[in-house]
């Protein structure tokens, strides 16, 4: 069975320009999350999707940062725009549902901005 | 004051030995209690999943939960150098909450041949 696939693995861009990232749960999780990691730190949730819904984004700077998850499947987060403290690794998870703990990381994505 | 608080390390131990890594948190709402492993440039991945107050084991992994003091522990028995990673515990309140997790900052671990 196929993992959490996220794209691309790394990226460089100046400051002020936008990014996505995109990733593909694992088939049949109906719960999504997108996670960013500072160096030397644990994971923070950004937002957690229940299907195509955005059950918490309170994380979520939204001045900048987007995401949506089209058709319940597949979700993309974006950042416009980017800022030097927003490089950091973007991690994002999938679970069956919001009911089970077992949470699935995907490799993250991981951004520099210069 | 982080919600829960880890240890970052490094703790470095020769191969074969105990290790001994542990999450303090201040959050009593916490009923699940996660350890996660995180090689270098990967994303973490499940070792151990705990409800309440107790202990666990699953091969060389043991999992302590003390709830009374808020504390929890995991012992890697026969440590071995493909154990070296950073491992992050995590948790969760459960019930409306969802399985919203709330992680640790990781302690790295480096077992030396």
């Known amino acids: 069975e196929a993992g959490v696939v996220q794209s691309p693995r790394y990226k460089i861009i100046e400051k002020k320009q936008p990014v996505a990232f995109w990733c593909n749960p694992i088939?049949?999780?109906?719960?999504l999350y997108w996670y960013l990691q500072n160096l030397g730190q644990g994971p923070e949730l950004l937002i957690r999707y229940e299907n195509e819904e955005a059950v918490d984004d309170s994380q979520l700077p939204k001045d900048r940062f987007s995401a949506e998850r089209l058709k319940g499947v597949d979700s993309t987060l974006k950042i416009q725009p980017a800022e030097l403290g927003d490089s950091a690794v973007y991690l994002c998870a999938s679970s069956l549902s919001r009911a089970t703990g077992t949470q699935y990381f995907g490799p993250g994505t991981r951004l520099t901005v210069l | 004051q982080k919600e829960v608080e880890q240890d970052p390390g490094p703790l470095s131990v020769p191969e074969g030995a105990i290790v001994s890594l542990n999450c303090t948190y201040s959050?009593?709402?916490?009923?699940?209690f996660m350890w996660y492993r995180q090689y270098s440039r990967k994303g973490p991945e499940l070792l151990m999943y705990?409800?309440?107050?107790g202990n666990k084991e699953d091969g060389r992994f043991t999992a302590q939960v003390d709830k009374s003091s808020k504390y929890i522990s995991l012992f890697i028995r026969d440590s071995q150098p493909s154990d070296s990673a950073t491992y992050l515990c995590a948790m969760s309140a459960g019930g409306t909450a969802g399985n919203k997790l709330t992680f640790g900052g990781g302690t790295r671990v480096l077992v030396k041949p």
């Open positions: 705990t409800y309440s107050s």
């Open positions: 088939s049949g999780h109906n719960t």
């Open positions: 959050n009593s709402a916490f009923q699940y």
